[in-house]
Nanobody, 125 residues
């Protein structure tokens, strides 16, 4: 059984920085892709960033491109989201997700098999 747990959320000022971490556990953890999604109050969950676990290819939502960076560490089974220059509109619950499906969409939550419980990020202006 795979479990994902996010950490690193909190309150950050507009223009500051924050790093989210996602720890994976489970002997059979071998995803094809990891991603970060977010959901703001009253809004639908949306894709933020993704990375191919093996090759390292990345993909970003236009709204965060150039500001956020996704990365991973094999040995530690960790994924990260470095958030630079966050804006108030980045305020949301951030979720880590893992997909075993090489043919699924990067952007659809339905493509992901495992999810963390989420961590709150609040950006103050």
């Amino acid at each position: 059984q795979v479990q994902l747990v996010e950490s690193g959320g909190g309150l950050v000022q507009d223009g500051g920085s924050l790093r989210l971490s996602c720890a994976a556990s489970g002997r059979t953890f071998s995803p094809y892709r990891m991603a970060w999604f977010r959901q703001a109050p009253g809004k639908e969950r949306e894709f933020v960033a993704g990375i191919i676990w093996g090759a390292g290819n990345t993909n970003y939502a236009d709204s965060v491109k150039g500001r956020f960076t996704i990365s991973r560490e094999f040995a530690k089974k960790m994924a990260y989201l470095q958030m630079n220059s966050p804006k108030p509109e980045d305020t949301a619950v951030y979720y880590c997700a893992a997909s075993t499906n090489a043919f699924g969409s990067w952007f659809s939550g339905a493509s992901y098999d495992f999810w963390g419980p989420g961590t709150q990020v609040t950006v103050s202006s």
